[in-house]
């Protein structure tokens, strides 16, 4: 299923009466002509109040999800903020460039009217997206446009969202643990399920006739080399469970995300680890969050929206060995050791992310569960290398007084051999050492970090901004010291 909005952009011009209206339109025609044939072009060009009323039900009767509100030149205060109380989804507000026109009678200075546009927003409460310059040729304001759409495509997800969480959380794991109320700020849905419930979905299942044509698209995924292949039919028909669960129950949401248990019960009740079918519904779409991690999922879903691609959850797990380091990182990439880290889980990032992925068992559980024998209720996790490349680490997540705070980080997986298991990668993070001690630590975050593969750090901050979070960390530069940083040290 389609688990992500496809956005329908709409652009609305708007024109001060004391200057031409024709210059307006003649240069919101030009965006759309310069962006293509995916931008709606709402005829109407917004002077008066009645005129904004006009426009946004047009552009609301034309399926439009997303808005942009475009100042062809000073614009009207009151009319065009209007806007922005009568439209429910994303808005992004921005101007026209001089260039187009004699300087006397061609002249816009929409560039002043930027200013009184914000200043007017405020009066109204209104948050909108503006683009660091707000001004620009066609071409530019097209791009402008299209750098909005991921935000867009994540704002309108998380209204239409639903988290599906099966707990209660692991015994002395409070570090994933956060109040919801911040979600029902956010619009998103949630929807709290014993473990139990699962397990009696689960049941429900046995011998589902669907349960062969399942194991032989997960064998065919997996190859004939897999050594593992008798635990399929379980896997088969919790991956079945999942699927129908979220069919069943999403309700009045469109999208769905899952926080569900994994252990230490989940082996000996249902016979396995659901590591592997996390992996292939997160690789279809569907994020599904270790350890009933909700705000994981969360931030999951919110990159999938900005990506488009799959996305994984990693604990920032441990630090590289010296001697990785020596062999593998000095001289050959621009990092100091305390830069590198390994990110890694059980066995839950599609294969599609994974250097020569594979099944395997969650050998920390063997060790209480299975210490003496071969594995079989420890089976089910999806391993390998992450494949190198460019990456985001994020985190959206709220305290315990439910004030939302996130972070983002660009960065890199490293082309070097793990040397260890399960779904696992060698990242690199500029200045890593000093976000981890003073944003990391310091904030309280859990160990949970999502992860979107290519730097998608520009977009998420924007969303973050876009639903009022206040506190957005990144991996700032050593010529700019965080707040808690020893000056001395």
């Known amino acids: 299923m389609q688990n992500i909005p496809v956005i329908k952009m709409g ?3 708007v024109s001060r009466g004391c200057f031409p209206i024709a210059l307006s339109e003649m240069r919101r025609h030009n965006i759309v002509e310069a962006y293509g044939t995916d931008l709606y072009e709402c005829p109407i060009c917004v002077e008066t109040e009645l005129d904004a009323k006009k426009a946004v039900e047009d552009v609301k009767a ?15 205060e009151t009319p065009e903020t209007m806007i922005a109380d009568m439209f429910e989804g994303p808005m992004m507000y921005t101007s026209a460039a001089e260039g187009d026109g004699d300087l006397m009678n061609g002249r816009g200075d ?17 948050r909108v997206y503006i683009p660091e310059y707000p001004c620009g040729t066609a071409e530019e304001v097209a791009e402008q446009i299209r750098e909005f759409v991921p935000i867009a495509t994540a704002l309108v997800g998380l209204k239409g969202l639903k988290i599906f969480a099966f707990g209660p959380r692991p015994n002395d794991f409070l570090a994933c643990n956060a109040p919801i109320k911040a979600l029902y700020d956010l619009g998103v849905a949630v929807e709290e399920h014993s473990e139990l419930d699962l397990l009696v979905a689960y049941n429900q299942h046995k011998d589902d006739p669907r349960i062969p044509a399942k194991v032989e698209e997960m064998a065919k995924e997996l190859g004939a080399e897999n050594p593992y292949a008798g635990v399929l039919p379980r896997l088969a028909q919790y991956e079945l469970t999942l699927e129908d669960w979220m069919k069943d129950n999403l309700g009045c949401s469109k999208y769905a995300a899952f926080a569900n248990k994994c252990w230490p019960a989940f082996q000996t009740e249902f016979g396995f680890v659901p590591c592997y079918v996390n992996s292939r519904l997160t690789g279809r779409g569907i994020p599904i969050s270790c350890e009933v991690d909700i705000y994981g999922a969360l931030s999951e879903y919110i990159g999938l929206c900005v990506s488009n691609a799959p996305v994984t959850l990693l604990d920032i797990n441990n ?10 990182i000095k001289g050959k990439c621009d990092y100091r050791l305390n830069e590198t880290f390994m990110g890694f889980h059980c066995g839950n990032t599609c294969s599609s992310l994974l250097c020569n992925p594979h099944m395997g068992y969650q050998l920390i559980m063997k060790r209480q569960l299975e210490p003496d024998s071969e594995p079989d209720i420890t089976r089910g996790t999806m391993e390998g290398d992450i494949k ?11 305290t315990a007084s439910t004030q939302l705070r996130a972070y983002v980080a660009q960065g890199e997986v490293l082309d070097v051999p793990t040397r260890s298991f399960g779904s696992i990668g060698i990242f690199a993070i500029s200045e890593m050492n000093r976000f981890y001690r003073h944003v990391l630590i310091e904030k309280q975050y859990p160990h949970h970090g999502a992860v979107t593969f290519g730097h998608h750090g520009k977009a998420l901050f924007e969303v973050f901004k876009y639903l009022g979070v206040t506190d ?4 700032q530069p050593k010529s700019l010291p965080y707040p808690t940083e020893n000056p001395f040290a």
Do not use: H, W
Not at 391 to 398: A, C, D, P, S, V
């Open 62 to 76: 034309a399926g439009v999800d997303a808005l942009c509100v475009f100042l062809g030149n000073f614009g009207p």
């Open 110 to 126: 929409a560039y002043c009217g930027m200013l009184n546009a914000s200043y007017n927003l405020g009066l109204r409460g209104k």
């Open 472 to 475: 957005i960390a990144y991996n």
């Open 319 to 328: 630090s590289v060995p010296a001697q990785i380091y020596e062999e593998d």
């Open 388 to 398: 190198a490349g460019d990456i985001t680490f994020f985190r959206l997540q709220t």
């Open 11 to 13: 652009i609305i011009s």
